[in-house]
Every structure is written in structure tokens, then in C-alpha cells.
């Protein structure tokens, strides 16, 4: 069974730092494209940063360039987002999700219909 699984939110104080993971499970999450989107209550969601299957070329939304660094670590089949200087407005439900496909992720796009997505953890941003 294909499954990603999100964790590492929290409530943190504006400029503090949390770093989210997203293990996968039943797959190769290395042959896979993998992007974060989060969204914040009464928002639509936002797709905030990915990494491709094929160069490890990475996506960031505008908002979180400069702060957020999405990465892969293969030996745990695992895809992190640091988040450093976080902000209220940061505050939502950060879902990753996975998609074999090349072109869902490139260096300045993200497409939000990946295949197989996580159930979310919640960031909260307050003082």
C-alpha cells in the first residue's frame, strides 16, 4: 500500500523554525517527484515548494523563498521542509504529496494533481 505520512508541526513563535518530513512508505519516494502545499483555514490551497524526479530541481512559491529548503534523503525515503523564519501567515495544514510523473515539478512550476498525497500536519505560527 502507497502511503506518505507528514510530521514535525507544532505551534512555534514567529521567527522560530520547524522542520517537516514526509516518509513514505511502499514506494521509492526517490523516483518520485515530491511537493509541499498547505492550507490555511478559509484559503484554497497553495503549493509551496517541490523537488523533481529527475535533476532535484526545487520549486518555492514566492512567499517562502529565502526561508523554506525542501530536500531528500534517499536512505530514509524521506523528503524534509525546513521552514526558518516563520511567519503568522504561515500558519496552515502542510500536506506533501508524490507523483512518478517528470513533469509535475520543475524549477518554476508545481502542479497540484500528484497522484498520492499525505493526510497533513498542522502549523501554527503564534506569539
Known amino acids: 500500500q502507497l502511503q506518505l505520512v507528514e510530521s514535525g508541526g507544532g505551534l512555534v513563535q514567529p521567527g522560530g523554525s520547524l522542520r517537516l518530513s514526509c516518509a513514505a512508505s511502499g514506494f521509492t519516494l526517490d523516483h518520485y517527484a515530491v511537493g509541499w502545499f498547505r492550507q490555511a483555514p478559509g484559503k484554497a490551497r497553495e503549493g509551496v515548494s517541490c523537488?523533481?524526479?529527475?535533476?532535484?530541481?526545487?520549486y518555492y512559491t514566492h512567499s517562502v523563498k529565502g526561508r523554506f529548503t525542501i530536500s531528500r534523503d534517499n536512505a530514509k525515503n524521506t523528503v524534509y521542509l525546513q521552514m526558518n523564519s516563520l511567519k503568522p501567515e504561515d500558519t496552515a495544514v502542510y500536506y506533501c504529496?508524490?507523483?512518478?510523473?517528470?513533469?509535475?515539478?520543475?524549477?518554476?512550476?508545481?502542479?497540484?494533481?500528484?497522484?498520492?498525497w499525505g493526510k497533513g500536519t498542522l502549523v501554527t505560527v503564534s506569539s
Open positions: 504529496a508524490a507523483d512518478a510523473s517528470a513533469y509535475v515539478c520543475s524549477g518554476d512550476s508545481l502542479y497540484h494533481g500528484m497522484n498520492y
Open positions: 523537488i523533481s524526479s529527475t535533476d532535484g530541481s526545487t
